[in-house]
């Protein structure tokens, strides 16, 4: 079977100890990791922000390591520092127009475009790249992915909180990032041709100086020979990342398999996936979505099992049955947003809502 390789970054949130509210201390973490980790450590726009990427991996059980590794390293610089170091989509009641924004030509120029549009977006993504064989195959697949991607952002839910306020959203990061521009479910390309064709003009016209500024969320990346998910918030738990991750290996790798054999799987309008996207950023797994080949409202957890089994050849080829299996559990013990909700429930304290999310951050380290 061809290598479907897997790049996962995170986008973990950085915390006072005492209080539990995003701190700025980015820069004192990177320079610690920067050593070790050289390009594994990014940092982002705000301050408070810091990216963990993987090396390019080759199957679900090293990503796994990876991740595991980073997450460890990032809690130890962090806690050096005296700080804690939380996973979630969006930090519960921390204010945006408190943090500071990372000196970088790059932020300045973004926030000089947008404005408040980019200075409020404090959200946190898991980002997962997995290897194609060609572009030309990677965007016909890439097509016909759109349609899982409701389902995969149903089980990252991990943000209803938003500035001390329950949202009523099981995600409400998504919201927050479609007011930028060049988001959401992309639109149907007919070929490779007609995508760069359609880059070209965006350079040309200055909407943007490169293809990373299409923020989909799914994209050929413009870069790396690898389609780009990027429609799930930051998750709490390495279990979580490791079977969201997988379930996105399987999906390229059965549309790869299809493709060989001169098969599909339908592709469906952006209009009618955007309807699931919504419902799933409203419900996450508790939604009813719509099986478009039926026309009609079905549970999530049915169209999940549809998606298992769909993927279920592919599964074992690629080492990931246990990862994959890992949904049971999610559906069981509910999304992040579920938990969050929970523990407020609970509790009625956001500040134990962030410590939550702190300990399960760490979870199985």
Not at 244 to 263: G, S, T, V
Request: with cysteine.
């Amino acid at each position: 079977m061809k290598k479907f390789t897997l790049g996962i970054e995170e986008e973990f949130q950085i915390l006072d100890s005492e209080t539990y509210t995003l701190r700025s201390h980015m820069s004192k973490i990177l320079e610690g990791g920067k050593v070790f980790l050289k390009e594994r450590i990014k940092e982002e726009m705000h301050q408070a922000v810091i990216e963990m990427g993987t090396n390019i991996c080759e199957n679900i059980n090293q990503a796994r390591d990876e991740v595991s590794y980073l997450r460890q390293q990032v809690i130890e610089l962090a806690a050096k520092e005296g700080l804690k170091v939380g996973a979630a989509g969006t930090h519960p009641f921390s204010n945006w127009s408190d943090q500071p924004i990372t000196p970088n030509p790059r932020y300045d120029e973004l926030i000089a475009e947008m404005k408040d549009v980019a200075r409020s977006n404090l959200i946190f993504g898991l980002h997962v790249h997995v290897g194609i064989p060609s572009r030309e195959e990677g965007l016909q697949i890439m097509n016909i992915a759109r349609y899982f991607l409701p389902h995969l952002y149903a089980l990252s839910t991990n943000s209803p909180f938003w500035e001390g306020r329950d949202t009523g959203f099981k995600s409400f990061r998504s919201k927050i990032f479609d007011k930028f521009p060049r988001t959401g479910i992309p639109p149907y390309f007919a070929s490779v041709g007609e995508y760069d064709k359609f880059v070209e003009v965006l350079v040309k016209t200055n909407c943007i100086d490169n293809g990373k500024k299409i923020w989909w969320d799914i994209r050929l990346h413009p870069f790396y020979p690898t389609v780009e998910f990027r429609v799930c918030d930051m998750v709490m738990t390495v279990d979580e990342v490791t079977c969201i991750a997988a379930l996105m290996q399987c999906i390229i790798a059965k549309l790869h398999k299809l493709h060989q054999k001169n098969q599909s799987f339908r592709s469906y309008r952006r209009v009618l996936i955007n309807e699931n996207k919504w419902r799933a950023a409203r419900w996450g797994i508790e939604a009813k979505l719509i099986d478009f080949g039926k026309e009609e409202e079905v549970p999530f957890k049915t169209l999940i099992n549809e998606l298992l089994d769909f993927v279920e050849d592919v599964v074992d080829e690629l080492g990931c049955r246990t990862e994959v299996n890992y949904v049971y559990q999610m559906l069981e013990q509910g999304s992040g947003a579920d938990r969050q909700l929970k523990v407020f429930n609970e509790t009625n304290d956001l500040k134990e809502v962030v410590k939550y999310i702190v300990e399960e951050t760490g979870k199985g380290l």
